[in-house]
């Protein structure tokens, strides 16, 4: 099978050099730094003081499934998200794979939305951090199989002189190093990007291994809320939920009905 991570990356390449043709680097500077006076809300706070830690997600495509919302609307779904208990959000910003946008972002923080939200796309160039910055994010994800170590290092100091948390994904053990860059929260994807086979034990095995201080978060394939909890004793505190909500006909009443059952 095609490595459909590389495919992504390279996509996200050429897309970053053409948003800096449409927005010039000093421009997208400008703009951001009057925002840097204010502060956002912190994502790895929220999920430690949460009783469920569910990072419930607004995602509308996937590369392994297609459409799962087309029509789902960033003004109702993340409100509703809020409004039914999430701890905080994640939004997809990739357009070509994931059908996401910056402007998803803008539009739930209109919408009422003041919980921390995850810029979730594919940052390659600290360009991105800055539109995650303007378009209202909270945190970054960073992913270990798409970074060197050195270029992952640089992306989390950038994003924390923006002011922005940083969410680093791992999937296998050699990826674990990573986590000595000492990221607001260590995620353990446990969908493999390369093939998109997912399995959470990935989380269970690899959670001792990392620091015991990190905030930990797993991410895909979770839809049980026993699966939650029994991450919750491995000493994960969010839980990153998209598909399983996205899927049905109102994803902020299923989110209310999954964190009932915690």
Not at 22 to 38: A, K, M
Not at 168 to 182: D, Q
Not at 192 to 201: E, H, M
Not at 247 to 261: C, H, M
Request: with cysteine.
């Amino acid at each position: 099978m095609q490595d459909i991570l590389q495919e992504i990356v390279a996509n996200k390449r050429v897309e970053v050099e053409r948003f800096k043709t449409e927005l010039s680097e000093r421009e997208i500077h400008r703009r951001v730094e009057p925002l840097l006076d204010f502060s956002v809300a912190s994502m790895s706070q929220a999920l430690t003081k949460s009783d469920s830690g569910i990072i419930a997600e607004f995602k509308r495509k996937s590369p392994s499934k297609g459409w799962i919302k087309e029509d789902g609307r960033a003004d109702i779904i993340p409100l509703s998200y809020q409004q039914n208990g999430a701890s905080a959000l994640s939004i997809l910003a990739d357009e070509k794979y994931f059908g996401g946008s910056d402007e998803f972002i803008k539009t739930a923080r209109h919408s009422g939305v003041n919980i921390p939200i995850l810029y979730k796309n594919f940052v390659i160039d600290e360009y991105q951090l800055f539109q995650a910055r303007l378009c209202g994010a909270s945190a970054v994800l960073l992913i270990a199989a798409d970074l060197s170590l050195q270029e992952c290092g640089t992306l989390l100091h950038t994003a924390h002189e923006l002011g922005l948390e940083v969410l680093l994904e791992m999937h296998s053990e050699p990826e674990l190093e990573y986590a000595a860059l000492e990221p607001d929260m260590c995620g353990i994807n446990n969908r493999n990007l390369g093939s998109f086979v997912t399995d959470v034990d990935n989380s269970f095995r690899l959670a001792e291994l990392l620091p015991k201080d990190a905030v930990k978060v797993s991410e895909s394939g979770i839809s049980n809320p026993d699966t939650v909890r029994a991450l919750r004793q491995a000493g994960f505190r969010g839980f990153l939920i998209g598909e399983n909500f996205m899927k049905t006909a109102d994803p902020g009443q299923a989110l209310n009905e999954f964190i009932s059952k915690i």
